[in-house]
T-cell receptor, first 112, second 113 residues
Framework: GQSLEQPSEVTAVEGAIVQINCTYQ??????LSWYQQHDGGAPTFLSYNALDGLEETGRFSSFLSRSDSYGYLLLQELQMKDSASYFCAVRDLAAAGNKLTFGGGTRVLVKP | EAQVTQNPRYLITVTGKKLTVTCSQN?????MSWYRQDPGLGLRQIYYSMNVEVTDKGDVPEGYKVSRKEKRNFPLILESPSPNQTSLYFC????????????FGPGTRLTVL
């Protein structure tokens, strides 16, 4: 089966940098996705890493190390609107179709 | 506008009363999926469908049914709801090629009394 571990909560101030780590165990790893979910909202896609290295999209970056079964999401220049839950999700080659297995989520609280 | 819609958004029902939550997408996606979200447990897959008439169980399928008669629709059926099915439900869709990017509906908050 698959399992993903990520911290449950992180608190930071506006303008700061936050790193959300995700470690995974899976039988047939294909890639790591990150999703953002605001309270009361639906998850929305942020980024995807299939290969080792850093992917940058504006203030957010995502990193993957396949050999360490580890990835992280980096939130820079934090803004109040970044207060949300962030989920890592593994796409598993061994599973049928496009199955994503999600971590439990990290709640990020941004303070003024 | 590309979107996934779900109805109803909120539902309070009683144990044993059959209900259906509808899901529709307008992006011509082959893959559709249902998740339930409970505090601290993330999103857990209930059922998925890789195309019309092709469905399969996810991680927590007990007590649920689905059907995929048309490509755009993927309803979730609870034949005899129980209180442990009180949860937030999300429908999602994606193309087969870009399966890492799933598009989620707005969610249905279900309470079973």
């Amino acid at each position: 089966g698959q399992s993903l571990e990520q911290p449950s909560e992180v608190t930071a101030v506006e303008g700061a940098i936050v790193q959300i780590n995700c470690t995974y165990q899976t039988s047939g790893f294909y890639g790591l996705s990150w999703y953002q979910q605001h309270d009361g909202g639906a998850p929305t896609f942020l980024s995807y890493n299939a290969l080792d290295g850093l992917e940058e999209t504006g203030r957010f970056s995502s990193f993957l190390s396949r050999s360490d079964s580890y990835g992280y999401l980096l939130l820079q220049e934090l803004q109040m609107k970044d207060s949300a839950s962030y989920f890592c999700a593994v796409r598993d080659l061994a599973a049928a179709g496009n199955k994503l297995t999600f971590g439990g989520g990290t709640r990020v609280l941004v303070k003024p | 506008e590309a979107q996934v819609t779900q109805n109803p958004r909120y539902l309070i029902t009683v144990t044993g009363k059959k209900l259906t939550v509808t899901c529709s997408q307008n992006m011509n996606h082959e893959y559709m999926s249902w998740y339930r979200q409970d505090p601290g447990l993330g999103l857990r897959q209930i059922y998925y469908s890789m195309n019309v008439e092709v469905t399969d169980k996810g991680d927590v399928p007990e007590g649920y049914k689905v059907s995929r008669k048309e490509k755009r629709n993927f309803p979730l059926i609870l034949e005899s709801p129980s209180p442990n099915q009180t949860s937030l439900y999300f429908c999602a869709s994606s193309s087969t090629i870009q399966g890492y990017e799933q598009f989620f509906g707005p969610g249905t908050r279900l309470t079973v009394l």
